[in-house]
């Protein structure tokens, strides 16, 4: 299937510093959707993005749609323990099959 | 968890067998899927369904089967074909298709099945 390509694959940030996660596609995407996935734990969704340009914050987390909507990034500001995981991006296809990148697994020095 | 439930969590077998996982959910949710996730390769598509009695391949369906025979169950056998079935494997549902939490996937606790 189509995919999307997540970079970087690992994360290894300090605490309080900043950091940004890539999910591209070579296709335009009708919407890119985010999930987190805790060690040991299953996904669970965080965002969904569809409009170009858009750009969604929760408390720290900055999501963006690229303007062209072939890309996105996660954004995290001041980087803390309780964001270890590893965060995927998804996309939705016509046939409705969701399909999810390689993740990027981040982990924090404190 | 979410109101979807796998299990067993944790399963064993032996080479050669078969082995069904069970997801049942609550949510009243037409869609449901079944991934398999290893290390490093993020999460792929086995079989999803859009409603009862009618199920799709996803990306990597050989050697596992499935049944929608109820709008609450969605079970997967893996079956002795499959070559690598030590994994770990999740459920999950989607909501529907209108408002603003539409085609969401909410995801069980997963089954983590190992063959000996």
């Known amino acids: 299937g189509q995919q999307v390509m997540q970079i970087p694959q690992y994360q290894h940030v300090q605490e309080g510093e900043d950091f940004t996660t890539y999910c591209n596609s070579s296709t335009t995407l009708s919407n890119i959707q985010w999930y987190k996935q805790r060690p040991g734990g299953h996904p669970v969704f965080l965002i969904q993005?569809?409009?170009?340009?858009e750009v969604k914050k929760q408390k720290r987390l900055t999501f963006q749609f690229g303007e062209a909507k072939k890309n996105s990034s996660l954004h995290i500001t001041a980087t803390q323990t309780t964001d270890v995981g590893t965060y995927f991006c998804a996309r939705l296809g016509n046939d409705y099959k969701l399909s999810f990148g390689a993740g990027t697994t981040v982990t924090v020095r404190a | 968890d979410g109101g979807i439930t796998q299990s067993p969590k944790y399963l064993f077998r032996k080479e050669g067998q078969n082995v069904t996982l069970s997801c049942e959910q609550n949510?009243?949710?037409?869609?449901m899927y079944w991934y398999r996730q290893d290390p490093g390769q993020g999460l792929r598509l086995i079989y999803y369904s859009q409603i009862v009695n009618d199920f799709q391949k996803g990306d990597i369906a050989e050697g596992y089967s499935v049944s929608r025979e109820k709008k609450e169950s969605f079970p997967l056998t893996v079956t002795s074909a499959q070559k690598n079935p030590t994994a770990f494997y999740l459920c999950?549902?989607?909501?529907?298709?209108?408002?603003?939490?539409?085609?969401?996937?909410?995801f069980g606790a997963g089954s983590r099945l190992t063959v000996l």
């Open positions: 993005l569809v409009k170009s340009g």
């Open positions: 999950a549902t989607r909501t529907p298709e209108v408002g603003s939490g539409a085609n969401v996937l909410t």
């Open positions: 949510l009243n949710h037409d869609a």
